[in-house]
């Protein structure tokens, strides 16, 4: 177990002599079938769509220049521990870890085995680790985390109320988010916006979906951007 996994015990809700390291990363879903409900998850899930991802994250960062400032839009504080939910590869999850230094923590979470074992491969850095877990069981403790950031994620998952209610218990009070998700956009994304998410099979949010559910789970300061059929939602937890 690396010293990043050893960090990360206190944090998950789960009692540490269940806990196993498979390939580098806490493996909470072993032996258990990992059930995909749309066509783009199913993707992620295989060795084909965990490289087609890493081929489409640059194109990304280049058209939606919001989805290279995660650290900046999370306002990350030295000492810092983060939740990077659903991180794929680790394309995110590595600048996470230089911008919260040595003291502080990243923890990468993602439901693929095929992406979590790139992002072990590819990270050298000594605070970060890893756990496979499904975002709708969020398996960490209530107020564990300083911030967290989730790219591209909500989209696919069934109950988005369930993952944004653990987004909420997880984040302390002040903590801060930066969300991305697909979404209607305007003018022709939004023409392409039905065929886009049914050949998908991904939710596209309408422009209120994802600031109203913040909203009413405490987070304040919320802002809302799209780009395309992206959109960026930032907020902060209302401190205690």
Known sequence: MTGALHRIVPLLDVPEEELSVRDG?????AG???RSTRRAQSMWLNDIGAGLYDMVHPVTRLIAPESRRV???LALEWGS???DLGCGPANITVSLAHAVGER????GLDVSEKMLARAVRRTAEPNVGYVRADAERLPLRDESVDALC????????ENV???VDHIARVVRPGGRVALSATAAGYGLARRLTPHVGSFAGAHMFEPDELPSRLADRGFTGIRSRTH????FVDARKRPA
Request: hydrophobic share 55%; no cysteine.
């Open 104 to 107: 502080g923590l990243v923890v």
């Open 25 to 29: 990363y806490f493996d909470l879903l």
């Open 71 to 73: 650290p900046e839009r």
């Open 161 to 163: 109320d369930a993952v």
């Open 150 to 157: 989730s790219s591209v994620v909500l989209q696919l998952v």
């Open 81 to 83: 521990t983060v939740l």
């Open 228 to 231: 395309g059929m992206l959109q």
């Open 32 to 34: 258990q079938p990992v």
